[in-house]
């Protein structure tokens, strides 16, 4: 596809999301966004969206306050942030396709560069905790997490973007599809027998207190896994764009650099930390007890 027709495509797609925003009454923003949105570009100049949206999932309560949802666009900026990273994965593969095996690095910043420095950052991680067959194995989910969750992160240091990551919904969302990934991977690499780490070192008559015990304790520690990795990342991600938003607001050029070199550091890390422990976690399910 050529520059010419790529430039087209995203031109009929931004006249088409504008004029879908005045067509419809509803979508002029003659509605105010909702409360609790944060500012954003979204929010300015399209609120009656962000407002149809909302009156759309209003009905459906949340699971875990119960109460009426009062944001909706990070659900927005968690579709950009997917559609960024599948341009940049496009470019990836279109750069193989052209190049083979001969692939020699850019000697400038491109897309292609950004995508090989996170694969093998992820991947020379995720082979020092579980080795370099399981790391290769299980690199999709990890490496599909990693550049989801940098994207998001780095995309609040842009002003007038909302990072999808400093809301529970999206946090939780990713904490919950390790849960299931992890038990998935040990049922798949042990059978029925994965679950019987779960009682315990001693499988006896004799230690069943012990096995239940034991039991209770990982069923809740396990439980716990996903609320710890949503918490700690959108706790982080959250307080670091209040205090960017904060600064910001003073409207002084200088002011905010020193918050957004922190904020860098801040999505950087919190990035490293959740896939940390999601290897942590898959390895220890799929883990053979040496006898």
């Excluded at 042990?190 to 207190?209: E, R, S, T």
Aim: charged letters at 15%; aromatic letters at 10%.
């Amino acid at each position: 596809m050529s520059g010419k027709v790529r430039g087209i495509i995203i031109a009929c797609v931004a006249l088409a999301l504008i004029g879908v925003s005045f067509a419809i009454p509803d979508l002029r923003g003659e509605l105010h966004a909702p409360e609790g949105e944060h500012w954003s570009l979204l929010v300015q100049f399209f609120p009656g969206v962000v407002q149809n949206v909302h009156h759309f999932i209003a009905p459906h309560k949340t699971y875990i306050a119960g109460e009426e949802p009062n944001r909706v666009s990070h659900l927005f900026m968690a579709l950009l942030v997917a559609l960024i990273a599948i341009t940049f994965a496009l470019a990836v593969k279109r750069r193989i396709r052209s190049k083979g095996d001969d692939l020699v690095p850019d000697q400038r910043f491109s897309p292609v560069v950004i995508m090989e420095m996170l694969v093998e950052a992820v991947l020379s991680l995720m082979e020092g905790v579980m080795g370099e067959k399981n790391a290769r194995r299980y690199f999709p989910l990890i490496g599909s997490l990693a550049i989801f969750i940098l994207f998001s992160n780095l995309l609040g240091m842009i002003p007038g973007f909302v990072p999808p990551t400093d809301s529970l919904s999206t946090t939780l969302a990713l904490g919950t599809v390790v849960f299931f990934a992890t038990h998935f991977f040990g049922v798949r690499e042990h059978g029925l027998a994965y679950f019987k780490h779960f009682m315990g070192p001693i499988i006896k008559w004799y230690a069943l207190p012990l096995m239940l015990l034991m039991l209770v304790i990982e069923f809740i520690s396990h439980l716990v896994r996903p609320c710890s990795l949503a918490v700690r990342l959108m706790g982080n991600i959250m307080g670091d764009h209040k205090v960017l938003f904060i600064f910001l607001g003073f409207g002084i050029l200088l002011i905010p650099l020193p918050i957004m070199a922190l904020g860098l550091v801040v999505a950087v890390v919190q990035t490293l930390v959740f896939c940390l422990l999601s290897i942590v976690y898959i390895g220890l399910a799929i883990e053979h007890e040496e006898h």
